[in-house]
Structure formats: C-alpha cells, structure tokens
C-alpha cells in the first residue's frame, strides 16, 4: 500500500474519531464545568474538578494534533509581528511557567520583525515548542527566546529566525532528528505529534524547524520563517483582497 493511501485511510479515521471523541467529550466538559461552579473555593474537592479538566483539554489537544497531522490544509497568510505571535502564545502558559518558576528570556524587539504566515498555526507551532521545553525543564529553569532577521547568506533579510532555548534534559536524547517523527515520545504522556505537526505546518510556511543541542545543557529550536510568501494562502476572501495586516 502507498504511503499516500495509507495517510488517506488514517485522515478518514482520525475524522471519524474526532467525531466519535469530541461530542461525548464536550458533553462531559460541560457538566464538569457546571460542577465547578457549585463547588465552593475551599472545598477540597475542587482540585479533583480541575483535574478532570485538565484531562478533557489533554484528550482534545491529542485528538487537535491527530487531526492536523493527517488533514491536507493550506494556510491563510497575514502579515503580523513576530513577538505578538510569541507573547500571545507565552499568555497561554503562564500558569505552567509560574508552577516551576521557569524564567523567561525574551530577547526580541517589540514590533518591526513582520511575517506572513497563518497566525493561528503558528501560534501552534509556538505553544508545542514551549510545552516542550517546559515538560523538559526542572524547577527554576530558564527559557530564553530571541528573533531576528536572518542576515546569512546574500544578506537580503527575507527570513526570521526565532530560537527556543531551554536549560531541561532534551539533549540526553541521542538522535534528535527523531523528534519530529510522528508518534516520537520520550514522555510518559502524549502521542509524539505535536513536533511532527509543528514540523508539517512549518514546512507548509515554506520555512525551516530545526533542533540543536545547547553547548552546556538543553535544546534550542530554531523557526525559520520567510518576511514574504510566494502566494495569498487558501482563503478565498484572501485572494480577493490580497495579504492582510494585524
């Protein structure tokens, strides 16, 4: 069987289960959440509410990631800052940084470094790689983050690089490259997709993910993305009316 029948099969499969997943799932999301409301703050119940919520959003993002990977989508470019991109994703895990008192390095400058890319895809890309480093990370751990136009080369500065770089345990993993497999885990937890996905979506930006080894501890992941993209993207609103500006 061809690889492209056996993706066709497994994207009817995962849309099947998606359906079958997701309708009961949104069901128990929503009387958990009524549960929540009518436990009182003290109540030491309420830490086991929230822990089933966590695992609803656990399952969605599995079943999220699955989904991605199989689907055949196009991007719908925009043009947007690059540190909005990265400080709208850092929002999303605050709480997860603050538990292991994780310090955040932000070295990039606040507006002038543009991209076009499909923002909420991307936004994915940035929230895999910064679960990554975070599950990798031990308490009080640092994780630094920079972007910059890319000046290699001709020095035309058509591409942003922007680097993740943790102080955690992903450099005892002997064969990097392994990480964007597909199902790739060295976790207790997950599927091993949402680097692959990453690794996909990234591509389908006709730019570069790449992943290193720190010289003293960790790993850095380099997104490269181009300033400009050859085409508008899928939306046909966006063919219509050209890239757009956020």
């Given at each position: 069987?061809?690889?492209?029948?056996?993706?066709?099969?497994?994207?009817?499969m995962s849309?099947?289960?998606?359906?079958?997943?997701?309708?009961?799932?949104?069901?128990?999301?929503?009387?958990?959440?009524?549960?929540?409301?009518?436990?009182?703050?003290?109540?030491?119940?309420?830490?086991?509410?929230?822990?089933?919520?966590?695992?609803?959003?656990?399952?969605?993002?599995?079943?999220?990631?699955?989904?991605?990977?199989?689907?055949?989508?196009?991007?719908?470019?925009?043009?947007?800052?690059?540190?909005?991109?990265?400080?709208?994703?850092?929002?999303?895990?605050?709480?997860?940084?603050?538990?292991?008192n994780?310090?955040?390095?932000?070295?990039?400058?606040?507006?002038?470094?543009?991209?076009?890319?499909?923002?909420?895809?991307?936004?994915?890309?940035?929230?895999?790689?910064?679960?990554?480093?975070?599950?990798?990370?031990?308490?009080?751990?640092?994780?630094?983050?920079?972007?910059?136009?890319?000046?290699?080369?001709?020095?035309?500065?058509?591409?942003?690089?922007?680097?993740f770089?943790?102080?955690?345990?992903?450099?005892?993993?002997?064969?990097?490259?392994?990480?964007?497999?597909?199902?790739y885990?060295?976790?207790?937890?997950?599927?091993?997709?949402?680097?692959?996905?990453?690794?996909?979506?990234?591509e389908?930006?006709?730019?570069?993910?790449?992943?290193?080894?720190?010289?003293?501890?960790?790993?850095?992941?380099?997104?490269?993305?181009?300033?400009?993209?050859?085409?508008?993207?899928?939306?046909?609103?966006?063919?219509?009316?050209?890239?757009?500006?956020v």
């Amino acid at each position: 069987m061809k690889n492209t029948d056996k993706f066709l099969i497994l994207g009817r499969m995962s849309a099947m289960l998606a359906h079958e997943i997701r309708n009961p799932l949104a069901g128990i999301s929503a009387v958990t959440q009524v549960l929540e409301g009518k436990i009182d703050t003290n109540d030491p119940r309420k830490k086991y509410v929230s822990l089933i919520m966590k695992e609803i959003d656990r399952v969605n993002k599995i079943v999220h990631d699955l989904l991605d990977y199989t689907r055949d989508s196009r991007p719908y470019f925009v043009r947007v800052e690059t540190a909005s991109l990265v400080d709208k994703t850092l929002a999303f895990h605050v709480e997860d940084l603050e538990e292991k008192n994780i310090q955040v390095d932000r070295q990039y400058k606040s507006e002038g470094l543009l991209v076009q890319v499909d923002q909420e895809m991307i936004e994915r890309v940035f929230s895999n790689i910064i679960e990554n480093a975070i599950e990798a990370l031990d308490e009080n751990g640092r994780l630094t983050i920079t972007a910059a136009v890319d000046e290699d080369g001709d020095g035309s500065g058509n591409t942003v690089r922007i680097g993740f770089s943790d102080t955690g345990r992903g450099s005892e993993i002997e064969d990097l490259s392994e990480m964007f497999s597909p199902f790739y885990t060295t976790k207790t937890k997950g599927t091993g997709l949402g680097l692959a996905v990453s690794s996909k979506v990234v591509e389908e930006h006709n730019g570069t993910l790449e992943v290193a080894a720190n010289p003293d501890k960790g790993l850095t992941f380099t997104v490269s993305l181009p300033v400009d993209q050859p085409d508008e993207g899928s939306n046909p609103q966006n063919r219509q009316q050209g890239m757009k500006d956020v």
